[in-house]
């Protein structure tokens, strides 16, 4: 049987050529895993959606504001917008749907209809769909992307998410702001709680008091330099707008009655002693505030008021009223005529009158207030919501008052803080609705990561910022439920990686998840220090180097310590050098690691590590927090060391730190004493520092050394008695108030050491 062949035609044989060698380029894959906070309800489902770059989108007419911040990012990132009779992207308004914030997504290779009952809902939905699309679309994917089919139903679990921005202590520019406000919206936060006034700087312009800005916006660094700016009208007009189209709040925080200086820099009359005050470059507490019993007072906010209300079109204005000293108040005649007009006890009263007048005034214009947790100290200003920062302690009590609340303690949500007091992981595990404050009268709101700027100039605030902020993020949208679940940080780090690669194409310059080492101190075979460094963190290294001998320090390899120096170490993470240096000064001096006895009990906040920190080796840095620092309030501190043999003593000295703003003061003597038993106690040296109390605005770590009182320097036994300073003094804004002493380490050199 003869076969039949068939054979296709020279001209089509060139034609399958030809649409072969011009099909599309393979596309850029979107993906599911770096939904970061995770939504309430994924679905996967079979397929995907392709876009073949272009796109048509279509959204409600009260939608153009957010529209046109969707149209711009598919134009970035190269896509052609272009119209369809069945359009590829539809963003729907859907009265079905519960919650403020609540939306519906479904993707399927028909195309994405994304669904809500308001314009803020369907947003959220925009922004889970972007960080669905490739990485690569956030710089450019003009030829097209693909995204899994799924089905996602999401709400956030705290209605208050935001971010507090203090951009007084140091001024950060516009486009930063802008900047962060985008941050903000790809994390599903919708608060900046925007800190525009302070000691150190008043940042927005009132054109009807000029000295604000001209007087007030500036201040000069002990450098002599100067440090400052003003957000014009039309700088604060550009950022709530743009705010508004990404449905975040911009809550503007203007100080009262404390922290104050810079308003009183410029208008001295509104303090009670109307003397001449700085705008202050030092950090911290003082005690020249706004005249409570000074009509002039309450004309000059509410001038600032009435700007601060035209500019911001919000329905809160927060007044801080945190950390106001009522030391002036005590001693102002004006002021205690003021307390008996209005029949009120005490000064914390006062407060919580001069609170509560700014509130009644702001709610004729149709705005309620937010103060810190101290305004509840003179009891709670009527309609007043509280941010409790001082622990979740004031939460309680406000809750229990029947107030709303918005919470961020230290222990979780201060973002300044460095790794060592509140690492990522810590950030996660923040519980903003405990069970005991669930069912109240008052309710928990939300809360807030605080990003205050002692420490921190523009070039430093996203680093620590974030990550630790994408971690409170998802503890404030997806909710304890989902965050304190088994296994939910491992999740939470594994959809993290895909995030990064986000926040790289954006160019957020994230910082740490933790610290990036740790470091243990110990004693050899002959009584030297031995110190080793342990990198820590997911993706992190470490290499450097011990200045006392330049020997060369990695991770997990132990360097001997000789003597006073420093590990200086350049910290690795995610397969690159940061070139960011960590400075871990030691001392292996003879005393180390040998039995010490305290005849002081340490402040639990302040241990150093326990009863061997002041002969660890580890001495402190410039940041008392370090947790190398032991502390004391109100109270001396002694130690004794038993070296463990009879010994010539050549040298003695401690470390102690100097920050009399957060009241802690240098020792006004130290004393060492020698025995050869542990009975006999003869003095071997001292040292006294002069004027101890007088001010000192330096915030720095001091070597004290003992001056020798005696000949005989043989001893067994070494005791080291630093003395506290007394109470803070008159001049200070907590005068009267027990200050800390803090110590670093007893250093004791032998005639044998180097």
Known sequence: MKQHLSFWPISGLLALWF?????????????LDGLVPAPKS???ASGSWMCWGQVSLVWPETWSNEGAVVA???????????????????????????????????????????????????????VTLRKMCPVACETGCASGFSIPSCSVQDAPDLEHRG????????FQDVDFVLKQIDNLALHGMNVLHWHLTEDQGWRIDVPALPDLAKLGGWRTEADGTQHGGVYSASNIQKVVSYAAARHIEVIPEIEMPGHSSAALAAYPELGCSGDSVEVPHRWGVFKDIYCAGNEDTFEFLETVLEEVVRLFPGPRIHIGGDEAPKVRWSQCPKCQKRMQEEGLANEEELQRWFIGRMGAHLATKGKTIIGWDEILEGGLPEGAAVQSWRGMGGAAEAVHLGADVIVSPTSHCYLDYPLRSTDMEEAYGFDPVPDSLAHGPGRILGGEGNMWTEHAPQERVESKIYPRLTALAEVFWSGRGFTGRSGAYADFLRRLDHHYNRLDALGVAYGLESPPFGLTTSVDDQGGLMATVEAKGRGVRCRGEWTGNGQSVTADLPVSVKGPGALRLEVGRRGTWTGREEVVPLDGHDAVFRDVELAYTPSPWYTGGGETALVDGRLGSADFRDGTWQARQGGDM???????????????????YLYQDAWIFLPGTVVWEGSMDGVQWNELASASIAHVLDRDDRQQRATIKGEWVTEARRARHVRMTAKNAGPCPDWHAASGSASWLFLDECVIRTQDSP
């Open 19 to 31: 649409l072969a060698s011009c099909s599309p380029e393979p596309l850029l894959q979107g993906s």
């Open 72 to 126: 711009s990012w598919f134009e970035a990132a190269g896509i052609e917008r272009v119209d369809k009779p069945d359009p590829d992207v539809r963003f729907e308004l859907e009265s079905s749907i519960s919650g403020k914030e609540a939306y519906h997504l479904q993707i399927s290779p028909s195309g994405v209809v994304i669904q809500a009952s308001t314009e803020a809902g369907l947003f959220r939905g925009w």
């Open 638 to 656: 002694r130690i004794t060391v038993d070296l463990g043999a009879a010994s010539n003593i050549a040298s003695l000295e401690t470390g102690s």
């Open 42 to 44: 994924l679905e996967k």
């Open 163 to 170: 971010l507090l921005l203090d951009g007084c202590r140091h």
